[in-house]
Structures are given as C-alpha cells and as structure tokens.
C-alpha cells in the first residue's frame, strides 16, 4: 500500500462561523490541521482586538475535547480600523494578519474598504510593524466583467499598494488566474498566494455545464483551464512563495441552492484527500508537503509543525458524507467528481 507521511499541515485561510455553525465545522478542521488563519467576515465583523479574543473564546470553547488546534485570528480592516488597536493586537500575539475586502466583493464584506486611501494609515503601521495583508483580490466595479476581476484588482489596486509601501508583507489569498501566479512569481519578495483545494480540481465548466450547480460557486469565481493549470504548477511546484488556504466556507444548502445562492465551497472534511491526489496526478507527491505544511509557516514567520500525518492509499474509494448535519442545517461537501483513494490514517 502507498502511503506518505508529512508534517501536519495547517490552512492558511479558513472561515469557521460561528455559534451552531462553528460548532458543526470545527471538527472538520481541527481533525487533519494544526493551525488555520481564521476569516473575520462575521455578521457583525471582528474589526477590533477585542472581538478577535471574544471570537477566539468561541472557537476553543467549540473544538472537540482533546483536539490541539490553534486559531490564528485576523482583523476585518475598515476605513476606520485604529491603527494603534492593530498593533496591541499584533505585540499582544493574538493577531496574525489584517484582512482587506473591498466592500461588496465576497460575503460579508458591505463593512470593508471602498476608498483605499482611507486605509492607508493603518497600512502604513502594518508595513512598519510587519503584519501581514492578506487580502480578497477583486475590484468591484459593475463594468468589469467577474471574471476579470482578479487580474484588474492586481493592476488597478494591488500593485499601486505594494509601490507605495514596498515594506508591506502582502498574502493574495485564493489566487484563481494564471495573472495571479505570473505577478506573484514577479514580485522581488514581501508577496506570497494561497490557492484553495477546490480551484485546483474544477474550472468554470463545473459550474455551468450541464445545469448550474450552486455547489460549485464560490468567489473569487472559478476561471478557464489554462488557469487552472497555471494553479495546479504553481502548488506543486515547491515554490515558497504558494501554500495552502482552503477557503472551506460552509453555507447551509437553502442559502445554496436558491434563486441567489450565497458563494462558498466547503472542503475542509476531504481537503487532504483531494490534494494528495491531485500531487500523485502531476507526480509532485513529494512537494505536498511543503504546500500543505512548510512554505506557509515560513511565509507568517512560525514554527512548522513537528506532529506527523500519514495519508494512506487505499484500493476502496474513501467514502466522505455527501452533506454534513450541523445545528445550524445540512452543508454540501465539496464533490471533487472523482473517486478519492487517499486517506489519512486516523
Ligand atoms: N470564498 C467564498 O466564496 N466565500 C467566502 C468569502 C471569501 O473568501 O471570499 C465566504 O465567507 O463565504
Ligand atoms: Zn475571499
Ligand atoms: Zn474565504
């Protein structure tokens, strides 16, 4: 039987919820990783330090008895986000990055940023103190196509950024473009990507062929092929500078399957499965660890993990749920169209 062990890995851009939702995924999570860098699109958001340490109260209080899991926690930026709370956040150790999304772009981001500029103090002291952006790369703007959006945000607002403040430690979560790799592979350092599980096994097709499937739509929205490739060599590449962010971001199925269904793909139950086996499809078995488990502790500036997992190749398809059943209702797991053979050893 072919098996791998690699250090355990962590995720890079997780949204857990809360309340009965949290409740529900958190195991999903904290089964396979050791670390996740949690969203803070929260109804309300968490904008200050002390909503972070409230919302990291909730997040230990939900995780199952015995589970080492350690939320690494994030502010919502906003134009009115105090500079000086983001840094007491950041000394204090209970802040890792400092999330943009330009308001209107992705859930829950009506409270983020419409005019950079008023942002920029804050930007300013993160480039001095060496917190990290991670940022939602998409402009908003109803002329540009949705596909697009991506690629225009690089140019229009991403890059200005980082000429103005070359100090500025910048993370482009969920990158979805060839556009996104080439600039990030550019860039002469303080830039780095993370790429979710699901946008290396779908295209857009996924969505749209055959009848619309809701499951499947998520934002950024998934491109073309040749994007997809671009992602899929990137992440298996060993580069440094590409690590994983799951983006697991669980809807319940009404709020899915309606007339105008919310974007999410929720991953975080089959997230290894699905990516050992697209590293054996492009022979780069060798390099899932450093996607999953090295290149993005080194990227925030922390220790790697020393606890071990074994992924294990099986002859009988793994059988994941088709939904899971959480207090809050059913969310659909992410269905990868294949049958998965890799499991990690429990
Ligand atoms: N990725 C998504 O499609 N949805 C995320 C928000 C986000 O990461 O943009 C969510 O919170 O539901
Ligand atoms: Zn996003
Ligand atoms: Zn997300």
Redesign the pocket.
């Known amino acids: 039987m072919q098996s791998i062990t690699i250090r355990r890995p962590d995720d890079w ?1 997780l ?1 857990l919820r809360d309340g009965a939702m949290l409740e529900g995924v958190i195991g999903d999570s904290s089964r396979d990783f050791a670390r996740a860098i949690i ?1 803070p ?1 929260l109804v309300p958001p968490v904008v200050t330090t002390a909503d972070a340490e409230a919302y990291r109260s909730r997040i230990m209080a939900a995780l199952p008895k015995g589970d080492k899991f350690q939320p690494l926690m994030t502010l919502y930026l906003t134009e009115h986000t105090n500079p000086d709370d983001v840094e007491a956040g950041k000394t204090s150790g209970l802040i890792t990055a400092v999330k943009l ?1 330009p308001a209107g ?5 009506h409270g983020g940023v419409r005019d950079i500029e008023k942002a920029m103090p804050v930007l300013e002291r993160m480039a001095k103190i060496g917190l990290p952006l991670c940022v ?1 790369g998409e402009v908003t703007t109803p002329e540009v196509d949705i596909f697009d959006r991506e690629a225009v945000f690089i140019e229009t607002v991403l890059d200005p950024i980082r000429k103005r403040l070359p100090e500025l430690k910048v993370t482009m ?2 990158v979805t473009t060839k556009d996104g790799i080439d600039y990030i592979k550019s860039a002469k350092g303080g830039l780095a990507g993370s790429i979710t599980t699901h946008h290396l096994i779908i295209n857009r097709n996924a969505i749209l062929v055959g009848g619309i499937r809701p499951h499947y ?4 929205v998934a491109k073309r092929e040749n994007h997809r490739l671009a992602l899929r060599a990137a992440a298996t590449s060993g580069d440094p500078r590409f690590f994983l962010g799951t ?1 697991s ?1 669980p ?1 319940v199925d009404p709020l899915k399957e309606c007339a105008c269904g ?4 929720y991953t975080s139950i089959n997230t290894m499965s699905c990516l050992a086996h697209v590293f054996e499809q492009e022979n780069a078995l060798d390099k899932l660890e450093a996607f999953a488990s090295l290149n993005g502790p080194a990227w925030y500036g922390l220790p790697v993990n020393e606890e071990r997992i074994t992924l294990v190749k099986r002859n009988d398809p793994v059988s994941f749920p088709a939904k899971i059943e959480t207090g809050a209702g059913s969310v659909t797991v992410f269905d990868p169209m294949f049958p998965l053979h890799w499991d990690v050893e429990r």
Not at 262 to 265: K, N
């Open positions: 851009h949204h969203m699109n999304y772009a992705t859930t829950n981001s939602h979560e969920h739509y998520c934002l950024p983006d971001a809807h919310c974007a999410g793909i």
